[in-house]
């Protein structure tokens, strides 16, 4: 029985991960300050203890349940909830083992759907969703991105995409997704997929590094793809992408082993999620160059930066701390200066992987 | 009988390391005196407990837990003091039951239906006439099957029986026994089970709906052949062949919204075993050998890979031999020595995670041994030499492992008729890193070292004989405490996706053991019998002074836990009823509300009727275990079944004799 536990171990393991960011269009609308921040702490597998919290900055206070204090009686969310997005007034939490996107409305969060992501009784295992054009695109480990209707809540297409994707960002006229492979170790993928939002299909695919794991697009419009490697003889690394021609334009090099980014303008915030190598690298997408080799100034100490967001407002960065994994976690806030504002428990949920903002 | 009688210690004794000796009438011992705690069910005590497989019955032994991932096919295995399984070795028909991929027996797999007795010793058995490797866990189960154990009657016996019940559970068996030589008993055994599984449990929303446990079911069979030939004058050769097939499915946990599970296990396993026993005048000489077979294959059909479906074959095999000596080397005392040699491989096919070690491992194992016994008081002691070699195909093999290992027990009584014991005992022993442990892929480590028990014990028992309200009565305490360093455990290591197994933690024990076993004053023909256990256990996690869990009672462990059975006999009627309950325990993490599992008391009832007819005696029976349907868990989100009623017939014919003194 050990290869369950293992298996078990090892689809955790798969699934820690942060996520993406919302919607990267480069002119939004002027951001109002936040009002409050939902948490989602992700869970442990087969635990059916992923939370949704909310941090009121009003009264400085924590609901650690608050899917289930607006939804008495509910079930819960479910089971490692991977990614979380709020795109016209819903959020949308990809409830990875459940094999759900659960929708809830943004301001209340109150539930509104929960839609399977199957195929008959087979998980489709959604893992990340990015949100454009009225839709909500999810990426599956049965090698699709489901279009989710925001107004229909239900998934109105699917795009074959590479092996096992997970990350995915939407810039101007394409989808942008990390083929990973993870599931064929060691024989992982190494391919973005470009997907023309016009047509809905493929239209190149993108070598960059072993394994990749999350893409984010800068201001300027160059799509930056952290990969795993092979967690021995290949490091992770940093591909960028032009996406004006969706070519290659660079791999950052040997200073850049990291799996994970999340984009704020021109500064990429490099990180890994596990302890023991610092909080986050930032970069100055725009000029190249190195602005903070270790994010946080203060000397406060984070055991496992599990996820990054940050608050395009503000400049605030939110480091989610998982810990050991099976203790509650913690969020830090961050100054863009990188000293500590304040931090919560998110307990009693575990894992926290990723804030988003209500406005 | 177990083996504080089996390996009797008279000079002439011939009985065998295979099946036991069996006194049918005899009353059945629950508790042991001597120096290393023991309790034993006997036949009866496990046909009354409504036992399917050995792990049921492992729950009534004090200071056990029996971790059970629920269904009729769900992963059961012991742990013992809070110890965890792979210190507990089992031990079948007085050869080690061995895993060395993943180092724990799923007792789900052995059946209770051909058991004669389980035994359940604390730091090692007393005899000294054993393998080394009975020496060499901090506890032992011990499983003596019927074996040839009616074939040393005249006349063929032929016993034949089903029972069924909920969940489309069907269980016929068939055993055969005679006595075609002078000096040649065998027997033959089988048996098939099958159940769908889908028992039903309440959703966890609030809803409360009732749902079907889902892809739970199993299919198998066994079928066992003993075989025994007197050689010479006193000496006793037993062999035995064994194989065991199933196939089940394998649920997961509950998780939320999203019931379909289409994992699937097969086993199938074989070994023959064979021991031959012999005493020359003040020596007594064991001699053992068995190989093994073990293959396990894993398919998740879901699975998204390339293949579309994910495959893991694994086989082990492992060829054993074993001699012991024990001496009569002065009055009062006893030699020993046992030697062992092991060469087990694992090998694996089917794709997943890249290419994997094949490993081999030569074990050997010595030991010797010392019980002196001058007047009232007994010592007994022995020092363990183990040696663990392994050999892979790819990569970097484990260290050899070379190891010396202490024990030593003392049994004290006061004078000759006291009815008081007291014992103590110390034990330091390890556990080798698993197969699992070192090689398998990311997650192994082949660095680490063995994981070590240290092992303390003190004890009393009483047991007397009146004419009062009851008629006899033993009862036994002890405490003990526990120390496991170098424990092996999962961390996350460098990078998320290399967990990794290391020798990080560090537990200790305390806790106390209480046994009891009462037969009250007989009513007219009417019989009771009361047996209890009690388990105290703090099991507190000493790994690492200001984690969130430094110093909170490990994971799903309970500070108390026990049970009580009872028996009532009139006649040709039995009533059997036993109880079980468990204090809350905590899921890993926080000790917080979310993570608490309740406490359980879980009630099982047996009625049974026998009836003698010429040479056949027919027994029908009625049980129901989990009677009151509670809802529990042992694992969170793995529910446990509800109540399951079935009932039963068996027919047992003796060719030449009456059955009347032979209980089936």
């Known amino acids: 029985m050990k290869q369950f536990a293992f298996l078990l171990m090892m689809s955790i393991v798969i699934?820690?991960?942060?996520?993406?960011?919302?919607?990267?269009?480069?002119?939004?609308?002027?951001?109002?300050?936040?009002?409050?921040?939902?948490?989602?702490?992700?869970?442990?597998?087969?635990?059916?203890?992923?939370?949704?919290?909310?941090?009121?900055?009003?009264?400085?206070?924590?609901?650690?349940?608050?899917?289930?204090?607006?939804?008495?009686?509910?079930?819960?969310?479910?089971?490692?909830?991977?990614?979380?997005?709020?795109?016209?007034?819903?959020?949308?939490?990809?409830?990875?083992?459940?094999?759900?996107?659960?929708?809830l409305n943004a301001a209340t969060g109150a539930l509104i759907r929960r839609i399977d992501f199957r195929n008959g009784t087979a998980d489709k295992l959604p893992r990340y969703a990015t949100a454009a054009r009225g839709k909500v695109f999810v990426t599956s480990y049965d090698n699709t991105v489901s279009v989710v209707d925001t107004s229909s809540l239900a998934i109105v297409q699917s795009i074959a995409t590479g092996a096992n994707p997970d990350g995915i960002a939407a810039y101007g006229d394409y989808l942008y997704v990390a083929n990973s492979g993870s599931f064929n170790f060691p024989d992982v993928d190494s391919t973005v997929s470009v997907i023309n939002l016009n047509t809905m299909t493929e239209v190149k695919k993108i070598t960059v590094g072993l394994n990749p794991n999350k893409i984010e697009v800068s201001a300027n419009g160059d799509v930056y793809v952290t990969s795993y490697g092979n967690f021995s003889s290949v490091p992770a690394s940093v591909a960028v992408i032009n996406s004006s021609d969706n070519t290659l334009k660079a791999q950052l090099g040997a200073g850049f082993a990291y799996s994970h980014v999340r984009m704020n303008g021109d500064l990429a915030y490099f990180y890994n999620n596990y302890g023991g190598s610092g909080v986050a690298k930032v970069y100055n997408t725009r000029t190249g160059t190195v602005v903070r080799n270790e994010f946080v100034t203060d000397g406060t100490s984070i055991d496992t930066p599990y996820g990054i967001n940050i608050d395009e407002e503000s400049g605030e960065v939110f480091v989610c701390d998982a810990k050991d994994f099976v203790t509650a976690g913690t969020v830090y806030c961050f100054n863009a200066d990188g000293t500590l504002k304040y931090s919560f428990s998110t307990a009693p949920g575990i894992n926290p992987n990723k804030v988003v903002f209500n406005r | 009988m177990g083996m504080g009688e089996l390996y009797a210690q008279t000079p002439n004794d011939t009985a065998c390391t295979l099946p036991a000796i069996r006194l049918t009438g005899k009353k059945n011992t629950w508790i042991m005196p001597q120096a290393f705690p023991a309790q034993k069910l006997g036949r009866e005590d496990i046909r009354e407990s409504a036992a399917l497989t050995v792990a049921d019955p492992a729950r009534l032994f004090p200071g056990t837990m029996v971790k059970d991932y629920g269904g009729m096919g769900g992963l059961k295995t012991i742990s013992v003091r809070s110890l965890g399984a792979h210190h507990s070795a089992v031990m079948y028909d007085g050869l080690m039951v061995s895993d060395m991929q993943g180092g724990q027996v799923d007792l789900g797999k052995l059946s209770v239906t051909n058991v004669e007795s389980i035994g359940l010793y604390q730091a090692q058995p007393p005899d000294l006439l054993l393998p080394a490797r009975a020496f060499a866990s901090a506890s032992v189960l011990s499983i003596q099957t019927m074996g040839t154990d009616h074939a040393n009657m005249p006349g063929t016996r032929i016993q034949t029986g089903f029972r069924a019940g909920s969940w489309g559970f069907v269980n016929p068996m068939f055993a055969i026994s005679g006595k075609p030589g002078k000096k040649y008993v065998h027997a033959l055994q089988a048996e098939y089970a099958r159940a769908d599984g889908a028992y039903p449990f309440t959703a966890y929303d609030q809803t409360a709906d009732k749902l079907k446990r889902q892809n739970s079911d199993i299919q198998n069979h066994r079928i066992e052949y003993d075989a025994s030939v007197q050689t010479g004058d006193s000496g006793r050769l037993r062999v035995k062949l064994y194989h065991y097939y199933s196939n089940r499915g394998l649920p997961g946990s509950v998780i939320f919204f999203n019931p379909f599970s289409r994992q699937r296990l097969t086993d199938n396993d074989q070994f023959i075993q064979s021991s031959w026993r012999k005493q020359i005048r003040k020596t007594a000489l064991l001699v053992s050998a068995k190989y093994s077979q073990t293959y396990k294959k894993y398919i998740d059909p879901d699975f998204l890979n390339a293949q579309g479906k994910l495959e893991n074959r694994f086989r082990e095999r492992e060829f054993y031999v074993s001699g012991a000596l024990r001496k009569e080397a002065a009055q009062n005392l006893r030699l020993s020595l046992s030697s062992d040699f092991f060469h087990t491989r694992l090998t694996r096919s089917g794709a997943f995670l890249g290419d994997t070690a094949n490993p081999i491992r030569n074990s050997s194992m010595t030991h010797l041994g010392l019980q002196w016994l001058p007047g009232r008081l007994q010592v007994q002691g022995g020092l363990l030499g183990t040696y663990i070699s392994d050999k892979i195909g790819r990569g970097r093999a484990a260290k050899d492992i070379f190891r010396v290992t202490p024990t030593v027990g003392l049994m004290y009584r006061h004078t000759d008729t006291s009815a008081w014991t007291f014992r103590l005992f110390y034990k330091t022993v390890f556990r080798a890193p698993t197969f699992n442990d070192l090689y398998y892929t990311f997650v192994g480590n082949a660095s680490l070292r063995p994981e070590t028990v240290q092992q303390i014990n003190a004890g009393l028992a009483w047991q007397g004989r009146q004419n009062g309200i009851w008629s006899d009565l033993v009862f036994s305490v002890d405490i003990y405490g526990n120390r496991v360093t170098d424990k092996i455990m999962a961390v996350p290591r460098q990078n998320l996706f290399q967990w990794s197994m290391m020798n990080v933690g560090r537990v200790q024990v305390l806790g106390i053991d209480f046994a009891a076993d009462v037969r009250w004053k007989p009513l007219g023909s009417w019989a009771v019998r009361q047996r209890l256990a009690y388990g105290y256990q703090r099991a507190t996690d000493m790994t690492q002074p200001g984690s969130a869990s430094y110093k909170n009672q490990l994971p799903y462990t309970p500070e108390h836990s026990g049970s009580i059975s009872?028996?009532?006999?009139?006649?040709?009627?039995?009533?059997?009823?036993?109880?079980?309950?468990?204090?809350?325990?905590?899921?890993?993490?926080?000790?917080?509300?979310?993570?608490?599992?309740?406490?359980?008391?879980?009630?099982?009832?047996?009625?049974?009727?026998?009836?003698?007819?010429?040479?056949?005696?027919?027994?029908?029976?009625?049980?129901?275990?989990?009677?009151?349907?509670?809802?529990?868990?042992i694992i969170r989100f793995y529910p446990m079944p509800g109540r399951q009623v079935r009932f039963g017939y068996t027919f047992t014919l003796d060719t030449k004799q009456s059955t009347t003194n032979h209980k089936p």
């Open chain 1, 15 to 103: 699934l820690f991960s942060s996520c993406k960011k919302d919607d990267p269009s480069p002119a939004g609308p002027v951001l109002q300050p936040k009002k409050g921040i939902y948490v989602l702490s992700e869970g442990s597998f087969g635990g059916n203890n992923t939370r949704l919290g909310y941090y009121t900055l009003s009264g400085n206070s924590f609901s650690p349940d608050f899917f289930l204090q607006q939804n008495p009686g509910a079930a819960g969310l479910g089971d490692i909830g991977n990614d979380m997005v709020l795109y016209g007034g819903k959020l949308y939490i990809v409830m990875n083992v459940t094999s759900q996107v659960t929708v």
């Open chain 2, 566 to 633: 009872t028996s009532i006999r009139h006649r040709w009627l039995t009533v059997s009823h036993q109880a079980l309950f468990s204090s809350l325990r905590y899921r890993p993490g926080d000790q917080v509300a979310e993570n608490r599992l309740e406490g359980w008391l879980i009630q099982d009832v047996r009625i049974s009727m026998q009836k003698v007819v010429a040479k056949s005696l027919h027994e029908v029976f009625v049980e129901c275990s989990n009677a009151f349907d509670t809802e529990y868990e």
